[in-house]
Structures are given as structure tokens and as C-alpha cells.
């Protein structure tokens, strides 16, 4: 069994940070079992857990494709840095607090970010060709537009319309932070390697404008979406009314 521990902290800081002043916050920094995927084994009584990837901040979801092959996605702190995209492979490092997308450690998005610890070695998220979700072919970032919040995931496999197989169905929430409004849509990906073996993603706009879509499930041939309320960008004018399930079916 695997299971998403987020992180303690918006970036690391150990005194609280921007919060210092304030004593609900949690002071202590990140722990080992924290910005991590866990793997259990469900089947013992008392299950160890094992930490199968660090340096993830917060998963918000997680799923594998037809080869066994897991990745996820994740919500970044409130610096302005790009959502991730993570293939998750075991023992390997992501980056958090230390770094974060594809950008150097040299790059500090706060005054209290962590040295790079010497021998570390970050394995960066996927690098988004776009069109969709902030990336294009000149400028590609690691993963998804700032804020945007990408939460539920899914893989298509042979079962789906042509068009999605082999593709990765992700929601993305939507923003509260910054200018503009990012993500309130479904994004369908697609992961090829390039010519050194690392995967890049090509992203298209599946179904958008959505209403702070928080998760995904496929049940038969539907696909239900999860709608956490019913505003439509970070300044709609619409009240905070309860969310919708939707079902597409094909």
C-alpha cells in the first residue's frame, strides 16, 4: 500500500517562517516521514513504514501506467514555483525543501531555504512542452503553471476512447495565491522519453472551465469528477455554493 505524507512546512522553515509570531504553527521543520510516499504492506499487523521517495512536498495524488511505472503530482508552497510532475522511483530524491521544478538549488525561493545537503542528488520533475498548463515547445517548465494545484490523477488504458489512452487524466483545482486565475480544468498528458530516457510531457486541455475540481474516479466506462465548489477562477463572483459530482461516459 502506498500513501501520500505531505509536508510540515510551505518551504522548509524550521521557527515558522512567515508565521513565526504566531504559536499554532508548527516549528519544527520537516521530519523523515514527511514530503515523502510511504509504502506499507497491509497484510502484517503492525506494518513498518518504509519512505519509498523523498523530496516530494504534497501529493495530492498518485498513480501508475501500463509498464508499473509511478508518478505524481503536487501542490507547491506559496513562492511562486511551478507545480511538479514526479516519476517516483524508489530511494530517489524530488527536491523538497531544498529545491524546487527544474530551477538550481542556487535559487532560493525564500531566505530560509535549506543548503542543498552536500551529496544530495534531486531528481527534477517533468518538464511540461505544453500547450496547456503553462508549458510551450520554447519555454517548457517543471511541471504545471504556479498555484494551480493539480489533484486528482488517473491513467488511461486500453478501456478509454482512443484519443486518451496512454495518457494521464489530471484535475487541477485552481488557485488561491497570485494574479490571475490557474488551473480550474482536467488536463490530459501525455509522457514520451526524449533522447536521453527522461520523460517529457505533452499537455492539452481536456475539459475546462471546471469549478475547483478535487478528484477523479473511473468506474466502468464513466469517469466521475469531483467538484469541490462551485466558483469558476480565483475572483468569481459566484458564493461559495456546495460542489457537483459529474459523469462523463463514452
Known amino acids: 500500500m502506498y500513501v501520500s505524507s505531505g509536508a510540515r512546512t510551505d518551504g ?13 504553527y508548527w516549528k519544527g521543520g520537516e521530519t523523515a516521514y514527511t514530503a515523502a510516499l510511504w509504502r506499507l ?25 501500463d509498464r508499473g511505472e509511478l508518478f505524481s503530482v503536487s501542490n507547491g508552497p506559496d513562492a511562486h514555483q511551478p507545480e511538479e510532475m514526479d516519476f517516483v522511483e524508489r530511494g530517489k530524491h524530488y527536491g523538497f525543501p531544498y529545491q524546487f521544478a527544474d530551477e538550481p538549488a542556487s535559487l532560493k525561493p525564500y531566505p530560509y531555504t535549506p543548503d542543498l545537503p552536500p551529496g544530495l542528488v534531486v531528481t527534477p520533475a517533468i518538464r511540461n512542452f505544453g500547450p496547456a498548463a503553462g508549458g510551450s515547445a520554447t519555454t517548457p517548465i517543471a511541471t504545471f503553471d504556479a498555484h494551480s494545484s493539480p489533484a486528482g490523477m488517473l491513467f488511461c488504458n ?15 483545482f485552481g488557485n488561491f495565491l497570485k494574479d490571475g486565475s490557474y488551473g480550474y480544468d482536467l488536463l490530459a498528458v501525455s509522457l514520451q522519453r526524449n533522447a536521453a530516457g527522461i520523460y517529457e510531457a505533452h499537455t492539452e486541455t481536456f475539459l475546462a472551465p471546471l469549478a475547483r475540481p478535487i478528484d477523479i474516479l473511473k468506474v466502468g466506462r464513466k469517469l466521475y ?11 468569481s463572483n459566484r458564493p461559495m455554493n456546495p460542489g457537483r459530482i459529474l459523469e462523463l461516459s463514452w
Open 158 to 172: 486500453d478501456d478509454w476512447p482512443e484519443a486518451l489512452r496512454g495518457k494521464f487524466l489530471i484535475g487541477r
Open 225 to 235: 469528477l469531483l467538484e469541490y465548489s462551485r466558483p469558476i477562477g480565483k475572483d
Open 41 to 65: 504492506n497491509p497484510e502484517v499487523d503492525s506494518p513498518e513504514i518504509e519512505v519509498f521517495a523523498r523530496g516530494i512536498r504534497n501529493a495530492w495524488s498518485f498513480a501508475w501506467n
Open 12 to 24: 522548509g522553515e524550521v521557527d515558522g517562517g512567515l508565521f513565526k509570531k504566531e504559536s499554532v
